[in-house]
Nanobody, 127 residues
Framework: QVQLVESGGGLVQPGGSLRLSCAAS????????MGWFRRAPGREREFVTT???????YYADSVKGRFTISRDNAKNTVYLQMNSLKPEDTAAYYC?????????????????????WGQGTQVTVSS
């Protein structure tokens, strides 16, 4: 069982930055793939980024070059550094975890494959 707790959301102006954190419980954190998803009002949940234990990551095209995911396995924490924020980045951001599987490279973006979820943290980009 893994419990996830996000923090770091808030209100930021367009072009600004925020860093989200996700603290995970459990002694096997390093064995889990960690991901971030988001859901904007009236929209479907969408994939943002994901990272394996070694640091290899995938990004959605909409955030590539602006967002960076990282993890500290010693602290059981994954981070999402968000730069050059846009109003369309406004959403509730969710941390998620899954076990690495042979088909990970073809379904890393699929929320259904993630077993554990945090409660979410709100990010609002507005002037």
């Amino acid at each position: 069982q893994v419990q996830l707790v996000e923090s770091g959301g808030g209100l930021v102006q367009p072009g600004g930055s925020l860093r989200l954190s996700c603290a995970a419980s459990g002694r096997t954190f390093s064995s889990y793939v960690m991901g971030w998803f988001r859901r904007a009002p009236g929209r479907e949940r969408e994939f943002v980024t994901t990272i394996v234990w070694s640091g290899g990551a995938y990004y959605a095209d909409s955030v590539k070059g602006r967002f960076t995911i990282s993890r500290d396995n010693a602290k059981n924490t994954v981070y999402l550094q968000m730069n050059s924020l846009k109003p369309e980045d406004t959403a509730a951001y969710y941390c998620a975890a899954r076990k690495l599987s042979p088909d990970y490279s073809v379904n890393y973006y699929n929320a259904v494959k993630y077993d554990y979820w945090g409660q979410g943290t709100q990010v609002t980009v507005s002037s």
